[in-house]
């Protein structure tokens, strides 16, 4: 995949591209018809327009975490599922203050020289969300683009990114994984940690979860991806989410183990899918009674994750 964060810097190949344009958070099955309908009017390879940061974390900063993926996520999964160009453009004041005549004329036609484009039937764009899809339509006339734009995916709230998330805040990781289509999961890189897991024979890879919605705190069966080193591949493991209350913590953070890994994970990045939620944070009366969990808790994860 080709990213572009910048068009100004576009070259003539970049340009003349079909795309869908959304924030794709969580690229779920809703995104995933957009993309299909944008592939078949593509008679180029692919490509996506999204902004970053999400509009939502400019215009609210304050307002607590609610993305499902971080950037990097996002791009693994567009990737996956076919995109090749990726135009990422930033969400700055300029931007925000773009009626929707200038955001279609002088951004999707004039800097990005886009062929066609594909949006979903709630698409809205421009200051004060101005724009609606009948509009882009008619802008795409005036200023040459093609415009598709595709129905709700069931009755407009079966599939949606406040429902995945009402799913996983209730601890029920099954379920947005039916609605996203794929497991959910935490992308990054491995922090360092204060290494307590590996004093107790349970080694961890600490990934933050900063500016994400939190999912509910607890322990969970996962499926942990090596996206980078010597140790790239698939492993089964089990993780933690929460503020370990154990131990005084509370800055929320995913620590995931991997099952009969041996090796040194630090600056590569995983991703960790949730599987199944077992139980909940506990404070435990002593480090015996907390390992005694952990081997139950990883006998558990092992019997749901096994073939």
């Known amino acids: ?35 299909r309908i944008a592939q078949e009017a593509a008679a180029a390879p692919l490509g996506v327009v999204t902004f970053e940061p999400h509009p939502r974390e400019y215009f609210a900063p304050d307002a607590p975490p609610f993305r499902l993926m971080n950037a990097e996520a996002r791009v693994h999964r567009l990737e996956a599922l076919g995109v090749a160009h990726l135009y990422e453009l930033p969400f700055t004041a300029r931007l925000a203050g773009l009626t929707a005549e200038e955001f279609a004329r002088d951004v999707l036609a004039g800097q990005l020289g886009l062929a066609h484009v594909t949006v979903g039937a709630d698409f809205c764009f421009g200051k004060g969300r101005q724009g609606t899809t009948d509009m882009l339509t008619d802008f795409g006339r005036g200023f040459g683009f093609g415009v598709t734009v595709t129905p709700l995916v069931g009755d407009g709230s079966a599939v949606s990114s406040t429902r995945i998330r009402e799913a996983l805040t209730e601890g029920r990781p099954e379920e947005a994984a039916r609605m996203l289509g794929h497991l959910h999961r935490i992308e990054g890189a491995v922090l360092r940690g204060d290494q307590r897991g590996r004093e107790l024979g349970y080694p961890t890879a600490n990934l933050s979860i900063e500016g994400l919605h939190p999912p509910k705190f607890g322990v969970y069966a996962v499926r942990v991806r090596v996206l980078s080193g010597d140790h790239a591949g698939e492993y089964d493991g089990v993780a933690s989410i929460g503020v370990r209350p154990m131990f005084g913590e509370n800055r929320p953070n995913c620590e995931a183990h991997l ?22 944070e506990e404070r435990f009366d002593s480090l015996d009674a907390l390992v005694a969990q952990m081997d139950a808790d990883s006998a558990q994860a092992r019997e749901i994750l096994s073939p």
């Open 1 to 35: 995949m080709r990213i572009h964060r910048d068009p100004i810097y576009l070259t003539d190949a970049d340009k003349g591209a079909t795309v869908a344009i959304g924030n794709f958070d969580g690229v779920h099955l809703g995104h995933q018809a957009v993309l």
């Open 259 to 280: 099952f009969d890994f041996r090796g040194d994970l630090y600056g590569t990045h995983l991703s960790v899918a949730l599987v199944t939620y077992l139980r909940p």
